[in-house]
T-cell receptor, first 110, second 112 residues
């Protein structure tokens, strides 16, 4: 099993819809979890950290399920500007520093 | 603050040439790192540093050297470029390894 797995997509979603995607991880000792966003040909930027109790930031909600070893990202009322690749990132996934998933490509359609 | 800066933005090398990718940050971050991003592979850690004078290897260090003589700068050296090193290289910095990482704009390297 790979350290961090994400569905690469693309997810094609109409504007205004709700979309959710998961990320599974293999190392139960992983300590910290993040979602990063990467626009085409740009650098990754932190979207939000993921806390054990779940957390929300505006239209974005992140959840962590340690028992099943996955994190999720939910985007409500999606906007065209949400189109990007979303990277699942964790600390303590086996390699030094952060371990990045390959990303889920999201396309919001008008 | 400029954040994390990288130069050059683009570079084409011939096999066997050497070069240095520059990275600098003005946020007084102790932790700096280099990643490469290849299609279908995600970001992979090359080398990292937890402070001036300290460096360590990441997941894919072969063919690359780093040094950290100051807090601000963390150059990445390609000793003898190979086509397999064609990639996009990102430098990042943060207060610590578990803190938000700030990435530079990347260097797109092609080795012919």
């Amino acid at each position: 099993r790979k350290e961090v797995e994400q569905d690469p997509g693309p997810f094609n979603v109409p504007e205004g819809a709700t979309v959710a995607f998961n990320c599974t991880y293999s190392n139960s000792a992983s300590q910290s979890f993040f979602w990063y966003r990467q626009d085409c040909r740009k650098e990754p930027k932190l979207l939000m950290s993921v806390y054990s109790s779940g957390n929300e930031d505006g239209r974005f909600t992140a959840q962590l399920n340690r028992a099943s070893q996955y994190i999720s990202l939910l985007i409500r009322d999606s906007k065209l500007s949400d189109s990007a690749t979303y990277l699942c990132v964790l600390l303590g996934g086996g390699a030094d520093g952060l371990t990045f998933g390959k990303g889920t490509h999201l396309i919001i359609q008008p | 603050n400029a954040g994390v800066t990288q130069t050059p933005k683009f570079q084409v090398l011939k096999t066997g040439q050497s070069m240095t990718l520059q990275c600098a940050q003005d946020m007084n971050h102790e932790y700096m790192s280099w990643y490469r991003q290849d299609p279908g592979m995600g970001l992979r850690l090359i080398h990292y540093s937890v402070g001036a004078g300290i460096t360590d290897q990441g997941e894919v260090p072969n063919g690359y050297n780093v040094s950290r003589s100051t807090t601000e700068d963390f150059p990445l050296r390609l000793l003898s470029a190979a086509p397999s090193q064609t990639s996009v290289y990102f430098c990042a910095s943060s207060r610590g390894s578990s803190n938000e990482q700030f990435f530079g704009p990347g260097t797109r390297l092609t080795v012919l």
